[in-house]
């Protein structure tokens, strides 16, 4: 079975070849302010994923049309106006790559590609039937995973650490955690989920949140933390030393991302299927292509993987002092 985070699985598959002289596929996305610095969606993952598309398209015949939706931030309109370049231009397809907008306005871009005779295709967590063709990774997926692993090591009370503000992907990624625990029968603590939403800084919400938690009374005071990004995670790690917390002793942290960072701290987190998202749009864009117009929509998804690091013990069932008694199901008790 493919892994899905390995970026090769698809290159060895033929892309479908455009025809005609000039394929001109439109690429719009948030490409330098995506959002907060460390909120897990940054610059350079998206010109990774970029990178993977043109591995596959440019040598099918596709010419890149790059438009990049960051200045217009401001304006809920901006990915309309983006749409309606792509398709003055005479790109043949049009990606929106997690475009920013309400939900709204973004059928309304794919809608008005449609009618230009643009194929669109959406990449982002967000369900858009019938307007377009979807590629994305399940985020939702992976904050199960995370918090599945942690049930699976014996801990029961688990918190979730989100970034500031209500983003889309962390909205997916507090799912995927309600419904690990749901699954496991344990009702969630408000508690565990501590709000801020008077900065962006990682490390001061990080701090904070820890804090929060630490002052729990012990029968309601989680003893692991899934965190929505690696950012936060390292952050966690980086506060819980400076308030004597023990990780993974004491406390297990699981981030999302997988990062360069996350590597060098021994960060159990989640890796996101980057490149092989990238060639995924490109083999669902070409095909949408050489299909025309009248074919149905499709969707591909793909899912995230676990990396196991070191930051993640044995639940404690039973403590007193530094006698305690710990319960984990077997290693082997993967997903099947």
């Known amino acids: 079975e493919r892994r899905p985070q390995s970026g090769t699985f698809l290159l060895a598959l033929p892309a479908a070849p455009v025809r005609g002289d000039d394929c001109g596929i439109?690429?719009?996305?948030?490409?330098?302010?995506?959002?907060?610095p460390g909120s897990g969606e940054d610059a350079e993952w998206l010109y990774r994923v970029v990178s993977a598309f043109e591995r596959v398209a440019v040598p099918a015949g596709a010419r890149l049309l790059l438009k990049d939706q960051s200045p217009f931030l401001h304006d809920p309109c901006s990915i309309k106006d983006l749409a309606r370049e792509a398709a003055a231009q005479g790109a043949r397809a049009a990606i929106l790559l997690h475009p920013?907008?309400?939900?709204?306005k973004i059928t309304c871009a794919l809608a008005l590609l449609h009618d230009a005779g643009v194929h669109p295709v959406i990449v982002s967590g967000r369900d858009y039937p019938g307007l377009a063709s979807r590629v994305y990774f399940d985020s939702g997926w992976g904050a199960y995973l995370a918090t599945r692993h942690l049930l699976q090591q014996g801990h029961q009370r688990i918190a979730f650490l989100g970034?500031?503000?209500?983003?889309?992907?962390?909205?997916?990624?507090?799912?995927?955690?309600?419904?690990?625990?749901?699954a496991a029968e344990i009702e969630p603590d408000d508690a565990w989920v501590p709000h801020s939403e008077t900065t962006r800084d990682p490390e001061v919400r990080a701090h904070a949140a820890l804090e929060r938690l630490l002052e729990l009374p012990k029968a309601r005071r989680p003893t692991a933390i899934v965190a929505s990004n690696d950012a936060l995670?390292?952050?966690l790690l980086r506060s819980a030393a400076l308030l004597g917390v023990a990780v993974p002793a004491?406390?297990?942290?699981?981030?999302?991302?997988?990062?360069?960072?996350?590597?060098?701290?021994?960060?159990?987190?989640?890796?996101?299927?980057?490149?092989?998202?990238?060639?995924?749009?490109?083999?669902?864009?070409?095909?949408?292509i050489a299909a025309g117009m009248e074919a149905g929509t499709v969707t591909q998804r793909l899912r995230p993987v676990l990396i196991e690091r070191t930051t993640v013990a044995c639940g404690s069932t039973i403590a007193h002092?530094?006698?305690?008694?710990?319960?984990?199901?077997?290693?082997?008790?993967?997903?099947?």
């Open 26 to 36: 439109a690429l719009i996305a948030p490409f330098q302010a995506t959002s907060e």
């Open 100 to 104: 920013a907008g309400p939900w709204e």
């Open 163 to 182: 970034v500031w503000g209500e983003q889309e992907w962390v909205t997916e990624r507090l799912r995927g955690y309600r419904d690990a625990l749901e």
């Open 233 to 235: 995670a390292l952050a």
């Open 250 to 288: 004491a406390l297990s942290l699981v981030g999302f991302d997988n990062s360069p960072a996350a590597l060098l701290a021994g960060l159990t987190t989640i890796e996101r299927p980057t490149e092989a998202l990238g060639e995924a749009i490109a083999h669902t864009t070409l095909a949408r």
């Open 321 to 336: 002092g530094a006698n305690r008694e710990l319960v984990c199901l077997s290693p082997n008790a993967k997903e099947q």
